[in-house]
T-cell receptor, first 117, second 112 residues
Framework: GAGVSQSPSNKVTEKGKDVELRCDPI?????LYWYRQSLGQGLEFLIY????????KSGLPSDRFSAERTGGSVSTLTIQRTQQEDSAVYLC???????????????FGEGSRLTVL | DAKTTQPTSMDCAEGRAANLPCNHS???????VYWYRQIHSQGPQYIIH???NNETNEMASLIITEDRKSSTLILPHATLRDTAVYYC?????????????FGGGTRVLVKP
């Protein structure tokens, strides 16, 4: 596709369940980011992937959160044993490169809205 | 990355130019200024970026002061669809792994 694709667009789950959120970045983009945005709040960085380098996991809020990126393309964010405070919009972004001025030009998906009951 | 300061909110009349200020007084010589916006219920959208020269594209113009301690994003003819939260971000561009850190941004309301 032409843009970053995320699925599902909406997910309602019960507290304690595991969820997986998927991101398909723009073809050829080497860098991939996950952010989350709670209602009425700003964007919170979660994790960053660049090629075969070790991901920057510095933003993951707890060990219940994990992410992987297979084959340098599709990424999955997994939240285990979900809590109500995990409710948020989870946004994925990709960029063509990780260095240089163009690395700051991120293309965002529409997000996956997670609601934990 | 250097911290930025933006007004919390501002109103703008439809059809008029919207001038959005951003202070980044601690910006380093190798940090770029990026602007993004987020329309309600959508993901953020890249607008423009610059280092020290003024920049213009189809969406906006970016004016950076000579000392680079502040900048202004200009939407030349604001429309109702420009209502959004606008984020000013400074970021080192040369190193890998530099994530964009979004602050609170400016909530811009374009009024008819």
């Amino acid at each position: 596709g032409a843009g970053v694709s995320q699925s599902p667009s909406n997910k309602v789950t019960e507290k304690g369940k595991d969820v997986e959120l998927r991101c398909d970045p723009i073809s050829g983009h080497t860098a991939l980011y996950w952010y989350r945005q709670s209602l009425g709040q700003g964007l919170e960085f979660l994790i960053y992937f660049q090629g075969n380098s070790a991901p920057d996991k510095s933003g993951l809020p707890s060990d219940r959160f994990s992410a992987e990126r297979t084959g340098g393309s599709v990424s999955t964010l997994t939240i285990q044993r979900t809590q109500q405070e995990d409710s948020a919009v989870y946004l994925c972004a990709s960029s063509l490169t990780s260095g240089g001025a163009g690395a700051g030009e991120l293309f965002f998906g529409e997000g996956s809205r997670l609601t934990v009951l | 990355d250097a911290k930025t300061t933006q007004p919390t909110s501002m109103d703008c009349a439809e059809g008029r130019a919207a001038n959005l200020p951003c202070n980044h007084s601690t910006i380093s010589g190798n940090e770029y200024v990026y602007w993004y916006r987020q329309i309600h219920s959508q993901g953020p959208q890249y607008i423009i970026h610059g280092l020290k020269n003024n920049e213009t594209n189809e969406m906006a113009s970016l004016i950076i002061t000579e000392d680079r301690k502040s900048s202004t994003l200009i939407l030349p003819h604001a429309t109702l669809r420009d209502t959004a939260v606008y984020y000013c971000i400074v970021r080192v561009a040369v190193a890998a792994g530099n994530k964009l850190t979004f602050g609170g941004g400016t909530r811009v309301l374009v009024k008819p």
